[in-house]
């Protein structure tokens, strides 16, 4: 008589986008600040890092002993039976390889949103989220910056994928989300006048063109270009 299958064990997960969140299966773990920067940054890095980079970026106002220490102390409170979260190797430090983390699916969910194919149905929740948000450490502008723009990228990539597949609901939410990500992008908001024009709309594809002039004008001084003029000009005589 076969033996009954072991029970797989929990998962244990960090969490980067829209706030930081370390969890095992579904509870979540109490990390203190110097920790939760550590995984943080090995997470975003996604290689190894050396030491010596580790110390000085997440303690850049220490002496590199200082720095060195405060390290070491922070890999002793990280330490814990069985799948590690932090992994030496030679004078470098990755993350754990058991260690999951939602910002690699999503950068991996960004990198083939133009691709063909039946698009992911949850990439719209992962890529409409910041990386990090109220993070303002000095090592993580570059990478929230990069993220920000690839996943607007993405937004819209997969929004033409939806609206080719015929899932005008989830070409909308991509397109929205685009949009409250980022409220001065015309080619979202280009994206959603077409979508509403093709929904039979054409008062909604008004709307959103008004409310993307408006706010462009009131905050930057520009004016809409002429491919999103084109757009509704028809619909007001020729008058956008």
Not at 197 to 210: C, E, I, K, T, W
Request: hydrophobic fraction near 45%; charge should be neutral.
């Amino acid at each position: 008589m076969s033996e009954p299958l072991a029970e797989s064990e929990p998962r244990t997960t960090i969490r980067l986008l829209d706030g930081f969140v370390l969890e095992h299966g579904p509870t979540p773990l109490h990390v203190i600040p110097g920790a939760r920067r550590l995984l943080a940054l090995l997470a975003v890095r996604q290689a190894p890092v050396s030491r010596a980079v580790v110390a000085a970026m997440l303690w850049p106002e220490a002496t590199a002993r200082r720095a060195a220490a405060c390290l070491r102390s922070t890999l002793w409170r990280l330490a814990q039976p069985g799948a590690p979260l932090v992994e030496p190797t030679e004078d470098a430090l990755r993350l754990g390889a058991a260690v999951d983390v939602d910002f690699h699916r999503a950068c991996r969910l960004a990198a083939t949103a133009a691709e063909a194919g039946t698009p992911d149905p949850g990439a719209v929740a992962l890529l409409k989220a910041d990386l990090l948000p109220g993070w303002s450490d000095q090592w993580l502008a570059a990478e929230q910056d990069w993220w920000h723009e690839a996943r607007l990228r993405a937004l819209e990539a997969l929004s033409t994928r939806f609206r080719s597949a015929g899932d005008r609901h989830r070409a909308h939410q991509a397109a929205l989300a685009a949009v409250q990500s980022d409220p001065l992008r015309e080619s979202a908001h280009r994206t959603l006048v077409e979508l509403h024009l093709d929904d039979g709309n054409p008062a909604q594809a008004v709307r959103q063109y008004r409310s993307y002039r408006s706010r462009l004008r009131a905050e930057l001084g520009l004016e809409p270009s002429p491919e999103i003029h084109r757009l509704v000009g028809p619909l007001l005589g020729g008058r956008a």
